[in-house]
């Protein structure tokens, strides 16, 4: 009884633990235990994110394994050093935080790997990589996938008339339209190159997926970009093309690409400015 009533204090207590530590960002964990199971059951849920000092009474080499299997960083045995502690502690802390910026830094690098320098969406290798994911996750559900691609009409002439400069800010205004049209948090907007676009967007049907579109080219057209080279209005306007599919495990990625592409050209050949679905053949 009095074994039972002890275990069931160390869980609570353990349980305690836990909750405070997924709660707060810990930079470092201490605790004092002459208890092996209690002090590795800690460990293990820990050692992932925290650096962990564990200060103990159990020096034999089994215990002191076992700790360090678990994820310990150190440990140091009573009776306790102060000056050695101290320096254990800086130590740990000092490593902390080499993890953090380590982990920031890693963090910006991906950003940059995955985001269009100049518009700020997603690039070409994260769209490919995105709706590669989707399709096999979609396969699984039976859920609808569609794209869109679009493209802005007459944007070379744009250029030659206005500039690269001129250029570069009227895709960042497009993009950034794009982007707050597209209205769940798992659309994807990207770069699909040069003045090309393509939003991919799981779980949406094919009305879905035109309604976005058409939000999308109204958004471009409110802005009132002056182009006066373009042969069908006095702004700049979008051409996009839509197509929707429910994936499957032997079917790839690249025959929604090719429909919404097709869609697209079929938009820009009947006078641009328009939107075009077309429903992939499997």
Not at 19 to 40: P, Q, R, V, W
Not at 216 to 235: C, K, P, T
Not at 244 to 264: E, G, N, R, Y
Request: glycine fraction near 6%; hydrophobic fraction near 40%.
């Amino acid at each position: 009884m009095q074994n039972n009533a002890k275990l069931s204090i160390a869980h609570y207590y353990l349980g305690l633990c836990l909750k405070y530590a997924n709660k707060k960002e810990l930079a470092l964990a201490s605790f004092d235990t002459n208890s092996s199971s209690f002090g590795t059951t800690l460990i293990s849920k820990l050692w992932d994110r925290t650096p962990i000092l564990m200060i103990t009474g159990l020096d034999d080499p089994a215990s002191v394994d076992r700790a360090f299997e678990a994820g310990a960083s150190d440990f140091v045995t009573k009776p306790i050093h102060w000056a050695v502690l101290r320096q254990r502690v800086r130590r740990l802390l000092q490593q902390a935080q080499l993890y953090k910026q380590l982990e920031a830094a890693n963090q910006a690098l991906q950003q940059l790997a995955n985001v269009d320098g100049l518009t700020g969406v997603a690039n070409r290798r994260r769209f490919d990589q995105y709706l590669k994911s989707q399709w096999l996750s979609l396969s699984q559900e039976g859920a609808s996938l569609s794209l869109i691609l679009c493209d802005i009409d007459y944007f070379k002439l744009f250029n030659d008339k206005y500039g690269h400069p001129a250029g570069d800010s009227c895709l960042q205004k497009v993009a950034g339209v794009l982007n707050r049209s597209a209205e769940k948090s798992q659309d994807l907007v990207a770069r699909y190159g040069g003045e090309e676009f393509a939003i991919v967007m799981p779980r949406t049907h094919a009305s879905g997926a035109v309604y976005v579109a058409a939000a999308m080219q109204a958004g471009v057209r409110e802005q009132e970009i002056i182009h006066s080279e373009s042969l069908i209005s006095q702004y700049v306007t979008l051409s996009l093309g839509v197509a929707t599919v429910i994936p499957t495990f032997d079917s790839q990625p690249s025959t929604l690409i090719h429909t919404a592409d097709k869609a697209l050209y079929q938009a820009k050949a009947e006078g641009r400015n328009r939107i075009i679905l077309k429903q992939v053949s499997l």
